[in-house]
Structures are given as C-alpha cells and as structure tokens.
C-alpha cells in the first residue's frame, strides 16, 4: 500500500529515486531521538551528475533543477530511515543549501527554492522549514547544489 | 511590559528590528522540543543591505558590523518564535557564520565576533555559544555575512 | 583508569591533544538534553597549524591528515564535554566538514574521508555518521580543513 505523501508525489508526476548511496565512508542518515540528521544530497539525478557553477556555466532554471533533485535525494534517504513509510515524516525542520557559486553570484536563494518550492507543494505544512542558503567555491564532484538536512519523524 | 534581556538590550543603546521576513519559500524558525533552528539571517539592517566581500573590498570594522547586524536578526526570530517574550530564551546553542570572502582572507574568526561579542555582552552566561566560521565564495545579495543559529528556548 | 576508546586510540598510535581553544569569543561546545554541538575545529595539529588550499598548493594526502587532525580535535572537545570520559560518547551524529578548495576542486569527500575513516576505525558503529563535504573560499587563518560535530552523549 503506497502512504499518503507518496500518492501526492506520483500526482506530481515524480517517483522517489532509491536511496542514494553515500559518497565516502559514512552513512546517509543518523537518528537522535525525533530528530533525523540527513548527509548532504548532491545534485545527482537519474541522468547522472548534474554539474556547473551558478554565475559561470549554469543558468537559474537549471540551479533549481538540480536544488529539486537534491530534495527527491533527502526524501528517498528520509523514507529509508522510515523504513519505507515516508508518511512517518512530522516535519521538515532545516535545510541547509550549498550553491557551487562564483564570487560575483548573489541569487542563491532563488537557487534553493528549487527544492523549497517542491517540499512546500509536496508537504504543505509540515513541509514548512528553517534554511540557509550560501555559496560554495566548489563542491564535490563539481555538482552545482548541495543540500543537507534535519527532519523531525515519528 | 518589557522583559529583562530587551532592558538590556535598550541599555546597549538596540532596539530588535522586526523579525525579517524570508528571502524565499521557507518560514524563519521551526521548532522542535525545547529546539529552536533560525534560518539563516544576512547582514540588512535598518539602512539596507550591508554588502561587500572581506579581503576585497570591505574591512574588519564593517565586517563585525554586518555580523552584529545578523545577530540581532536572529534575536528578532526568537522574540517572534516566543510571542514577543525574549526571556523564554535558555541558551544560545550554535552559531553557523558564513563570511562572503576571498581565498586569501583569513580573518574569519574576527569577523563572526562582531556577532559572538554582541550575544556575549547582552545575554551573559546563556550567551556562550558553540560556533562555526567559514568562507563563502558568495552570499544572497552580496551579503558580507550571513549567519544561522540553533536556540534553546523554554 | 584509562577509558575503552581511549585504549583503543593508544592501539591506534594516537592521543588525543588537549581541547583546543576556542579562537574567539565562543565556547568549545555546548549540550542540549544528550545532543552535544562542538564548535568548528580547525586543522591544527601538535606541529601547529596545517594550512593550505586543496586544488593549489595541497595534494590529497596532506589534506586527509588535516581532516583527521580535526576528529582527533573534535574527540578531544568530547573528552572536555564528558568530563574526561570519553566512553559516555554513544553517537558520532554528524560532520559538517568545510575544504578550503578552489572552484575547480572535485574530491571533497576524499579529503573529509581523513576524518571519517578515522572515526570508524576508532569507534565503530558508534562512529558511524552523517555528514556533509562541502567547499571554502577560505578558512580561518588559512587552514585546510575545518569540521563542526554533533555527537550524542550520555
């Protein structure tokens, strides 16, 4: 039986990607408590990398693509934390977005709601969360978005 | 009826500025248990934005300046996050400063202090926070400082 | 009498350093309920500070020494937290780790591997944490590397 977030989901016309590995020797999620820490998701969507620093070689529309798959990648890590029950998910508390960026760059925060906007239409209330958003003089992989989180779950 | 850390507060010659509203699609705070996540707060206050980039065109004094500014933006979203009572206050847990810097400024530390000093001198004991400082190649606007915090509140 | 992690460290051919000093006006950490946040530690080392940038004038190797130079700083914080009792560590929760890395850097996750392989040598499943790897434009006095902590304490 597929949860209620998951059904909103399809209804947006997008599916869960697997839980993406993580890039080095630590593991995707930790819980304390309520409160579930989430590793940084990179933009690494079903097409592979999607690579490109905002203000040189990468427009906006194509930062806020890569911001969203970083959301689609918290979410996945999210619902194997919840052992496949996303709709454990309480809340969505804070994301913290790292935008590959020149020194010239300043719209990080359009950048970002690539994946707020999304969350915000997914998850409606509980949707709602804290944020920073910052430039990043590289990141890994020479991926343009980075996105760590913090959720609350039952 | 005013509380004892906006006494203080006065005493310092500052006054709060209304809680910022959000750059983008996110909610200033979010909550859970006795933890308070703040949004990242830039360096805007009552005469705008206060940008430039420390190593390049922007100073130390400046620099502490725009930082103080961010920590009395965040103390603005405790206030809101406690119904207008900054004494439900318990502790400042964690200072995440991010200064909009060249690659060869090294000065961070100094930088953040203008936020550090600040919180220490009006709140004391329950001021003493854990901290960190880093670079960023850019920041929202061309912010030269930009800060998130985790709070504990009652 | 000396602690199991302890001893396991001895094993490993490492000691802890003393906690570092806080490089201004912050506190080396501070414990919410069992949450206990440690601020940014730097890559200093018993041989002073490791300074460099990864991508110009530091290679890999020097750089993973750095990230682990860290742990073995954060570690140290934790012995300070729990009062000399390193074994009241449950949880590494989560690593915030910041490269000092130009724009064209790609091997973030490598670099804060020095750390992290580290941590899971050391500890275990206990060490077995969430994390982020992101770039600097600069770090505080230059150094390589620099990574904040969450650790669950008893």
Redesign the interface.
């Known amino acids: 039986m597929t949860g209620h977030i998951e059904r909103k989901l399809a209804a947006l016309g997008e599916t869960l990607p697997g839980a993406p590995a993580?890039?080095?020797?630590?593991?995707?999620?930790?819980k304390?408590?309520?409160?579930l820490?989430?590793?940084?998701q990179i933009s690494k969507g079903p097409d592979g990398l999607i690579i490109g620093?905002l203000?040189a070689d990468m427009d906006m529309a194509a930062g806020q693509k890569a911001a969203k798959v970083c959301a689609l990648n918290l979410l996945a890590q999210v619902k194997a934390a919840c052992n496949g029950d996303l709709d454990r998910l309480v809340?969505?508390?804070?994301?913290?977005g790292?935008v590959?960026?020149?020194?010239?760059?300043?719209?990080?925060?359009?950048v970002?709601?690539g994946a707020?906007?999304f969350i915000?239409e997914l998850l409606g209330e509980s949707g709602?969360?804290?944020?920073?958003?910052?430039?990043?003089?590289?990141?890994?992989?020479?991926v343009a978005v980075?996105i760590?989180a913090?959720f609350?779950v039952r």
């Open positions: 993580p890039a080095a020797n630590y593991v995707p999620f930790v304390v408590g309520d409160l820490f989430v590793s940084g620093q203000g809340r969505v508390v804070k994301l913290g790292f590959n960026a020149t020194a010239d760059f300043t719209d990080h925060p359009a970002i709601n707020s906007d915000g709602q969360h804290a944020r920073a958003a910052v430039g990043s003089s590289s990141l890994p992989f020479g980075e760590e913090i609350q």
